[in-house]
């Protein structure tokens, strides 16, 4: 259900011909699960809907740029705008504007390696970069270091459970057998692009049937149990980023998409609701 200030909105109200069929499909899905997703008026909706849309350009982009998979202990990245650390991290240089070194992984993939969660993260860098004012992007991630789901206060990520997927969401494939001499397999994080495909580092751009054919054959021998699609959720926080859209200056400290309070877990910045 879709509430807008304090009216409830139908899909068919909403949906338009100057829409994307990615847009429109959106706004479909937020109509039909029975979760209740509130905006503060019109344009926190729209701005909810140009984010989705920048994080699933950022995955096809970031596809794009063939950009490597690495596991942390072969990381690597241009270090003209990023040091890389001993953890295999990316700690933006001194000097460096973070709209600069998060366009170079996109411009440079190749000079780039990272594992699947970092993708992530650098996903919905891009995306908010695509979609916030510039110099308030620069101004608040000055600090930006880029590794598993380690973000920037005002890079607000969280995730709970749940299957009211969405275009732009980051969802998991569990691989719980997977090959432990490959734990980089036990899972992949994979960005919803709509109509029924995902991005997933190291994978590429598949159907659901697609990245569990991927894990499955990345299983430990005489392995049984099948990947499979987590009933679980991520997302950006929206309504705390849209206090940094262009024109726009309201302000709230907790995450439309949230029909819950009970926090499941909480790894560094990233929280984890059910």
Known sequence: MIL???????GLQLKSPKFTAEENEIIERLHQYQEVYTFFNIDHLHFDLHLRMA??????DLFASKAKFAVFQKAHCNERFWRLTHQGGFKLREG?????????IFQNGPLYGFECATSIVIVFY????????????????????LRDWQTDDDLPIHTRRGNDYLPGDCLYF???????????????NAIDLGNSL??????????????????????????????????QVTRLDDNYLYQFANGTHQ????PQFITTNT????VGHHSFYG
Request: glycine residues 8%.
């Open 96 to 104: 460096i504007l973070p709209s600069d070194a998060i366009r170079d």
């Open 174 to 188: 569990n691989n719980p057998q997977f090959d432990p001499n490959k734990p980089q397999w036990r899972g992949e």
């Open 55 to 60: 994080i699933i350009q950022a995955a096809r």
């Open 251 to 254: 302000r709230s400290a907790t």
């Open 198 to 231: 995902y991005y997933g580092h190291g994978i590429g751009i598949k159907n659901a049937e697609g990245i569990i054919e991927h894990l499955n054959k990345r299983r430990k021998p005489d392995a049984t149990e099948s990947a499979y699609l987590l009933s």
């Open 126 to 145: 891009k995306a908010v970069l695509d979609t916030i004012n510039l110099e308030q992007f620069n101004r608040i991630y000055r600090g930006m270091y």
């Open 4 to 10: 807008i200030g304090n009216n409830v909105q139908s």
């Open 263 to 266: 926090v499941v877990g909480r």
